[in-house]
């Protein structure tokens, strides 16, 4: 058992209020749980829709969050720590040991569970979003298969895989196989979409052009691997793209606004697939006849599996990962750093620490 101490908290008492330092009993484990100390957790730009307790869907219509969240709420899902305490049932894993944890739990039961897609159930457990998650000084993982070892990669590094790391992971592999004349566009180079240019290479074999609007982030792009920058509204820029790739033959949109969503689906070839990953919202109309007529393929791609995650993981420990660009600050900044992330002012990940 962990000593009767208080926990250190920022939970959200409701949608859109300040993150409040809050003291809670600290978990205990039972069965197979497991309690990380948590020593990094990182700040996901979906964490600042979640804190509203939307999606904006465009024209109007919001996605409402509010159900599966139920504040007070401790958010949260990219974290590493160390293990501090572990239930009678919890095999594999001791005290000690350091761990980034897998936070898409899923009920175990339904189909999707079942076939090791545990991140689209349907009545999810996800840490940080339907259970309490990293924005504290511990967590609780109802199993050690969910936690990966880290080492010998910095732990303000690790907690971004399960997250950035494992989102571009899945957005990637959806993208197979690329030969080594097609050309691979990567819209965004925030968080995520830099996730993805560092680990282009080694999952396909090819360095992604990186569309980015803002032309500060081309520095960070180039040094995570890319292989040219361009201004997305720039019609020369686009047009000198198109004419020396004959378009893209995969495209991965890390935004998700119509703007970019339109540009991606313009940007491929015949044959090629866009695999929307982004978040940030909006509508954008697409002509159903230019589907088959172009034989382009149009995909989503939510975060990865537990599988995929063991996959990256296992890459990331191998080394020749360029490094994520990171920002930590104290988690008692949570809420500027929100507000930070919130007006695009983050460059790479902010990481925050207890």
Request: hydrophobic share 40%; with cysteine; proline share 7%.
């Amino acid at each position: 058992r962990l000593p009767e101490t208080p926990m250190l908290s920022y939970p959200f008492d409701a949608f859109g209020k300040p993150l409040a330092q809050a003291l809670r009993e600290t978990p205990q484990p039972t069965g197979s749980e497991v309690v990380l100390r948590v020593g990094s957790c990182g700040l996901c730009h979906s964490d600042v829709h979640l804190h509203e307790g939307y999606f904006d869907l465009g024209n109007g219509n919001k996605l409402d969050l509010s159900r599966g969240i139920a504040p007070p709420r401790v958010l949260g899902h990219e974290i590493a720590g160390t293990v501090v305490a572990v239930g009678p049932d919890a095999s594999g894993v001791a005290v000690g040991d350091r761990r980034v944890a897998f936070p898409w739990i899923g009920c175990t039961a339904c189909a999707p569970c079942r076939s090791g897609h545990e991140e689209l159930c349907m009545a999810p457990r996800a840490l940080g979003i339907n259970r309490d998650g990293g924005f504290a000084d511990h967590v609780l993982v109802p199993h050690p298969r969910y936690l990966f070892a880290y080492d010998p990669l910095p732990e303000d590094q690790a907690c971004t895989y399960a997250c950035s790391g494992l989102t571009a992971y899945g957005a990637l592999k959806k993208c197979a196989p690329l030969g080594s004349g097609d050309t691979l566009l990567i819209i965004g180079a925030g968080g995520v979409g830099l996730s993805g240019v560092r680990m282009a290479a080694a999952t396909l074999g090819v360095k992604p052009v990186v569309a980015e609007i803002d032309r500060s982030k081309w520095d960070l792009a180039r040094a995570a691997g890319a292989a040219d920058c361009i201004d997305p509204t720039d019609a020369d820029a686009t047009k000198t793209f198109m004419k020396a790739s004959g378009g893209a033959a995969a495209v991965i949109d890390f935004v998700g606004a119509a703007a970019t969503f339109s540009y991606g689906l313009n940007a491929l070839r015949k044959g090629g697939k866009l695999v929307c990953v982004g978040l940030f919202g909006g509508s954008a109309p697409v002509m159903p006849a230019m589907l088959p007529l172009r034989a382009v393929t149009i995909t989503g791609s939510y975060v990865g599996s537990l599988a995929e995650m063991g996959e990256l993981m296992a890459l990331a420990r191998q080394g020749g990962l360029p490094a994520l660009p990171v920002t930590t600050r104290p988690l008692a900044e949570v809420n500027e750093a929100l507000a930070a992330l919130r007006s695009g002012a983050i460059r790479g990940r902010t990481v925050l620490q207890p």
